[in-house]
């Protein structure tokens, strides 16, 4: 599996927009980015992916490079609620099985 | 939808027990991982069971067991427990065919006392 990289923590002012970098400068052709965040002792939630194009939902965007060694998840509005553990995962497409493999991941802190 | 649900929800166990953790996956998904989260850190990927079977391991000993029931529904059994094996359990479960995203039940903590 392709590594990543991520900061150790990040803080952002409640109301802003958040953006997490994420390295991953081994991925494959076929890897796709994943994100998830960890609220304090819950299971991870996901809340993206995307494999080459940018990507948006209801929660967030993400940003790929156009050689896909880096990627950014931009929440557009954070609130104190977002504040949580963000993983910045890349996983190979191969034979329909997912193996998810987390790194480190970045503590966002949202600031009143 | 009940999504992923894990019981127990907390657990406390003396060293040199086993242990059962008991996952049902989200409606309609047919896969199952499990990984150990200890504190501080992400979580580790235990291994994955499809169709019964026990399809990828990650890095850990044999103590560390599984079981996929017919219904899809999975067990992580964990033998003579170390202090160590205190953690957060998480089971999640995904489709075996497409892109989806794996979703995670809440967990079970462990302690080992």
């Known amino acids: 599996d392709a590594k990543t990289t991520q900061p150790t923590s990040m803080d952002c002012a409640e109301g802003r927009a958040a953006n997490l970098p994420c390295n991953h400068s081994t991925i494959s052709g076929n890897e796709y980015v994943y994100w998830y965040r960890q609220i304090h002792s819950q299971g991870p939630q996901y809340i993206i992916h995307?494999?080459?194009n940018n990507e948006t939902n209801e929660m967030a965007s993400l940003i790929i490079t156009e050689d896909r060694k880096s990627s950014t998840l931009i929440l557009p509005h954070a609130t104190l609620r977002d504040t949580a553990v963000y993983y910045c995962i890349v996983r190979p497409y191969s034979g329909g099985y997912q193996k998810v493999t987390f790194g480190t991941g970045t503590k966002l802190q949202v600031i009143p | 939808d009940a999504g992923v649900t894990q019981s127990p929800t907390h657990l406390i166990k003396t060293r040199g027990q086993q242990v059962t953790l008991r996952c049902s996956p989200k409606s309609g998904h047919d896969t199952v991982s499990w990984y150990q989260q200890a504190l501080g850190q992400g979580p580790q990927f235990i291994f994955q069971y499809y169709e019964e079977e026990e399809r990828q391991r990650g890095n850990f000993p044999d103590r560390f067991s599984g079981h996929q029931f017919p219904n899809y529904s999975s067990e992580l059994n964990v033998n003579a427990l170390l202090l160590g094996d205190s953690a957060l359990y998480l089971c999640?479960?995904?489709?075996?065919?497409?892109?989806?995203?794996?979703?995670f039940g809440q967990g079970t903590r462990l302690t080992v006392v």
């Open positions: 995307g494999l080459k």
């Open positions: 999640a479960s995904s489709l075996s065919w497409g892109i989806e995203e794996a979703f």
